[in-house]
C-alpha cells in the first residue's frame, strides 16, 4: 500500500439496501462520488454505486443487502495518488500531503532537514522535520523539529518537482526546539 492514501473507514450497516456509514479523512469527500474506486486493507476493490453526504453514507456495487455490506464494517478505504490527483481539486498554493513528504527544508540556502510527516492539529497544520544530520552532530541541534504550515509567514515557497520548501525564521525554530 505504498502508494495508497488512507481517505476514510466504514462504520455499522445502515439500513436493508448495503449503505454503510462513511468517517471520511480526507479534504476533499468530492472524490466519494459515484463509480469512485477504492481498495481496502484487506486487499479488496470497491466501486461506489452511491453516496450520500448529508447522512455520511456510501453504498458499493454488489454489497445490495445489509447482511453482505456488514462484511465491510471496519475497512479501512485507500486510493492511488495518481486517482487522487485526478479525483481532487487544488487551489493555488495547495499540495498534496504526499507531495510535501521528502522535501528539503531550505533557509537562507542552507539545508534545515527534509519533512518526514504532517500533522493536523486544530489551528495549523505542522511540517515534522528531520534536521540535517550535520547540525545534530556539529551544533548539538534537536534530532526533529516542527513548523508552521503557514504561507509567508515561515513558508517562503513550494517547488514539488524540486522537493524544495523555502523558509524563513524556521532555523530559529529549530534552534529553541
Given amino acids: 500500500m505504498n502508494n495508497k492514501i488512507y481517505v476514510g473507514k466504514l462504520g455499522k450497516a ?21 463509480g469512485a474506486i477504492f481498495s481496502t486493507n484487506k486487499k479488496l476493490t470497491l466501486k461506489v454505486a452511491e453516496y450520500i453526504p ?10 445490495d443487502n445489509l447482511e453482505i ?11 492511488s495518488q495518481e486517482d487522487s490527483k ?3 481539486n487544488l487551489e493555488k498554493n495547495e499540495y498534496f500531503w504526499f507531495d510535501i513528504i521528502d ?7 542552507k539545508e534545515l532537514g527534509y519533512v518526514k510527516d504532517i500533522h493536523r492539529y486544530p489551528l ?3 511540517l515534522e522535520v ?15 523539529f516542527l513548523i508552521p504550515y503557514k504561507r509567508d509567514t515561515y513558508i517562503l515557497s513550494v517547488d ?5 520548501i523555502e523558509t524563513k525564521d524556521c532555523y530559529a525554530i529549530l534552534e529553541n526546539s
Fill in 54 to 63: 448529508s447522512r455520511d453514507l456510501i453504498k458499493f456495487e454488489n454489497y
Fill in 69 to 79: 455490506s456488514k462484511k465491510l464494517t471496519n475497512q479501512e478505504l485507500y486510493v
Fill in 130 to 144: 528531520v534536521t540535517e544530520t550535520k547540525l545534530v552532530d556539529e551544533l548539538k541541534l534537536p534530532k526533529t
Fill in 14 to 34: 445502515v439500513g436493508l439496501k448495503g449503505h454503510l456509514r462513511l468517517f471520511i479523512d480526507s479534504d476533499f469527500p468530492e472524490q466519494f462520488k459515484k
Fill in 160 to 164: 514539488i518537482d524540486k522537493k524544495i
Fill in 86 to 88: 485526478n479525483n481532487c
Fill in 103 to 109: 522535501c528539503k527544508i531550505i533557509e537562507d540556502k
Fill in 124 to 126: 495549523d497544520d505542522y
